[in-house]
Structures are given as C-alpha cells and as structure tokens.
C-alpha cells in the first residue's frame, strides 16, 4: 500500500465505543475507517430492549440503537467495512492493520473491539437469551421485579450481581459449581447477610427450561450426580467476560486477565504513543453502552490532538529544515 494511502486514523470495532469515536472523528474531518469487525453493532445487536440509554425516555431495541449510531458516523463521512482485523502491527509507524490480505496503513489507531459475557453452552441458554436469560444484572435486572432469579457463578461479579439483583426480585438463588465462594471476603458477606439470597452448592446448570420465556434450570450436583429442577424466570450468568484482545498480544500491554492496559486511565492512552482503547476492552468495571460511548469519545478527542501536536511537530521540522542558512 502507498504511503499517501496512509489514513488518519483507523478505528477497530463497531460498538457503542467505536461508533462514538467514529462520530467524533469524522466531525474532525479525520476521515476514519471503521473496521467493524463480524459482530457489526457490538454486544448490544444481540439484546432487546436498551432502557438505560440517555435520551430514549420509552427504551429503544439494542440493534436500532446500533443502527442509529452507525448512520450518526456515516453521516458524517466514517467509512464502515464489516470486516475482522487478522493482524496488526503497532510497533513502528505508520501502524499497520491486516483483514486477512488486505493492509491498512494508518498514523493512529482506535481499539474498541469489546469484550464477551462467558456463557455455559448449555441447551436453552441460547434460544431463551433476551427472554430469561441475561448475563448483566444492571441492564437487565429491572425486568425482573418481582420474579425469582438464578445467578449462576461464585466469583465477585456473581456477588455483585445477586446483591443487585435482590433489589427487584423476589428470591435470587445462586448456583455454584463448588461448595466455596471464590468473591471477596466482602462480596461474600454482603450477599450471605442478605435474606433473599440463596445458595445452591457443588451444582452446575445443564439445561435452561422455558415456554416462550425462561421457567427453570436443570442442575446437576457434581458430587452425587443427582439432578433437580429450580423454578425461575430469569438466570443471570456470571461465570466472567474474555477482553477480545487475542488480535493484539505483543503489541499492546495487557492485564492478567487480558484487558488493555491504561498507563493514564484519565486518558483513552494505551503503552503504544498513537494507538488509543475505548470500551469494553479496557473497562472490567462498568461494561455499560453508556461509559463505552463516553469513552470513544475521549479515544477520539485523544487521537485528534495527538495528531495535531505530530502534524505540528513535522511542520515545525520543515521549516527548521528550510530555514536560510
Ligand atoms: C445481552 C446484552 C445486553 C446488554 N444490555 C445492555 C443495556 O441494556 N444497557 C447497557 O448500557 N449495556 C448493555 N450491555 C453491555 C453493552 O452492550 C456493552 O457494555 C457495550 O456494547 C460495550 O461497547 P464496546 O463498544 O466497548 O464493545 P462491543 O459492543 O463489545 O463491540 C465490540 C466490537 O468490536 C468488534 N470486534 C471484535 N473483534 C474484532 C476484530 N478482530 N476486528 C474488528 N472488529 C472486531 C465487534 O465486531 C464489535 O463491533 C449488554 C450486553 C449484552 C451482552
């Protein structure tokens, strides 16, 4: 590819982040390329109704969500390929970024590419997902006031999301798969203490029940290998989430767990001058379509400035250079 080819920026993932950030630069005139990955819209195309996000007083389905960002970006002249990035190549500039044989040469770079819930695998957990079946208590816990629920999971964010859940169920039952917590000493306390919280121990879900919507798992005690069915409307899984940073191991500093690091969390900054994080894929925390937005702003803002002080920098350089001697 020519180095006139080479674009401002390229942004990695079409989410609530990348979208934003593709809203934002395009305004700047950076002229951004998208590229969208096979999961076009993120997280949220797989959801129903969105109830959280600012400025749709009644909720809005996750995909017309989605769908409004990418026309917003568009409108403004981002260009969006539903394409996957194979490769990637941070460690001299201009970055390079592969979709299978096509290279993409770009002075500065946007990853926004996410993260996944874990899911079981079990039969039912797929058709019943949006009807029961959940793996974010703050999105979806609301729907369920009322109702019983199942949280299945023992680490910190299943204790986090039973404790929340509590608020608006009638009973939450915990199903782990063994007969200790692996949360906080805190997170476990806060959700012994709580009467509506129950335990299910040394048991794994194998199938999620319903007609129509969700009515119950079948669980399985691993130790006897005697199998139960609880009635419920709603099973929030909690088993964890995978950062999608596989693409960039080696080339950008990741955490244990696979996030990309922040060396200035204040910024959208990665270890890598030129290349920015916004989402998901920096964010372990909140995981909100909200906070991912925000943050594809500041990638955007980031990315745009640094740009500017490069552009500066090489003009700053010409006229050294044709300064009369
Ligand atoms: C079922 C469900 C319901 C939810 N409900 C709500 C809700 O009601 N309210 C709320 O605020 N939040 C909700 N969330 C959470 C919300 O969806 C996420 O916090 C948000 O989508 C994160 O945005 P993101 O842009 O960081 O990443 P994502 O939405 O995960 O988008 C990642 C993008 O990266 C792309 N990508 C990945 N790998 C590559 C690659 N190799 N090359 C190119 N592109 C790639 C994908 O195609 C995708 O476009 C829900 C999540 C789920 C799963």
Redesign the pocket.
């Known amino acids: 590819m020519a180095e006139n080819n080479t674009r401002e920026l390229i942004i990695?993932?079409?989410?609530?982040?990348?979208?934003?950030a593709a809203i934002y630069a395009a305004r700047a005139e950076l002229k951004p390329l998208v590229?969208?990955?096979?999961?076009?819209?993120?997280?949220?195309?797989?959801?129903t109704?969105?109830?959280?996000?600012p400025g749709f007083p009644d909720g809005i389905l996750?995909p017309q969500l989605m769908d409004a960002f990418r026309a917003q970006a568009e409108r403004f002249g981002a260009e969006v390929i539903p394409?996957?990035?194979?490769r990637v190549d941070f460690s001299s500039r201009p970055f390079r970024v592969w979709?299978g044989s096509e290279e993409y040469r770009a002075r500065s770079v946007i990853v926004?590419?996410?993260?996944?819930?874990k899911w079981l695998g079990v039969p039912g957990e797929v058709e019943y997902?949006?009807r029961g079946v959940?793996?974010?208590a703050?999105?979806?816990g609301f729907f369920f006031k009322g109702k019983r629920v199942v949280v299945v999971g023992g680490g910190d964010v299943a204790m986090e999301e039973a404790t929340f859940l509590s608020r608006f169920a009638t009973s939450v039952t915990v199903v782990h798969r063994r007969d200790q917590l692996r949360a906080s000493k805190s997170m476990q306390q806060r959700a012994f203490n709580d009467p509506k919280i129950s335990f299910v121990w040394d048991s794994v879900v194998e199938e999620i029940l319903g007609e129509g919507t969700v009515t119950g798992v079948r669980v399985r005690n691993v130790n006897t290998g005697e199998t139960d069915v609880i009635e419920t409307d709603g099973v929030f899984i909690a088993i964890g989430h995978q950062p999608?940073t596989?693409?960039f191991k080696g080339q950008l500093e990741l955490d244990a767990k696979g996030y990309v690091v922040m060396p200035n969390p204040e910024t959208a900054e990665t270890n890598v001058e030129g290349v920015f994080a916004?989402?998901?894929?920096r964010?372990h925390r909140?995981?909100?379509?909200?906070?991912?937005?925000g943050?594809?702003c500041k990638a955007a803002m980031d990315a745009e400035r640094w740009l500017e002080e490069q552009g500066e920098a090489v003009n700053l350089e010409a006229e050294v250079y044709s300064f009369p001697r």
């Open positions: 990695i993932g079409s989410g609530p982040a990348g979208y934003t590229l969208a990955g096979g999961e076009m819209g993120g997280q949220l195309m797989i959801t109704d969105v109830e959280n996000y996750g394409v996957d990035v194979t979709t926004s590419t996410g993260a996944s819930a997902r949006g959940s793996a974010c703050t999105c979806d999608n596989e693409l916004a989402g998901d894929v964010d909140y995981r909100q379509a909200v906070t991912a937005a943050d594809g």
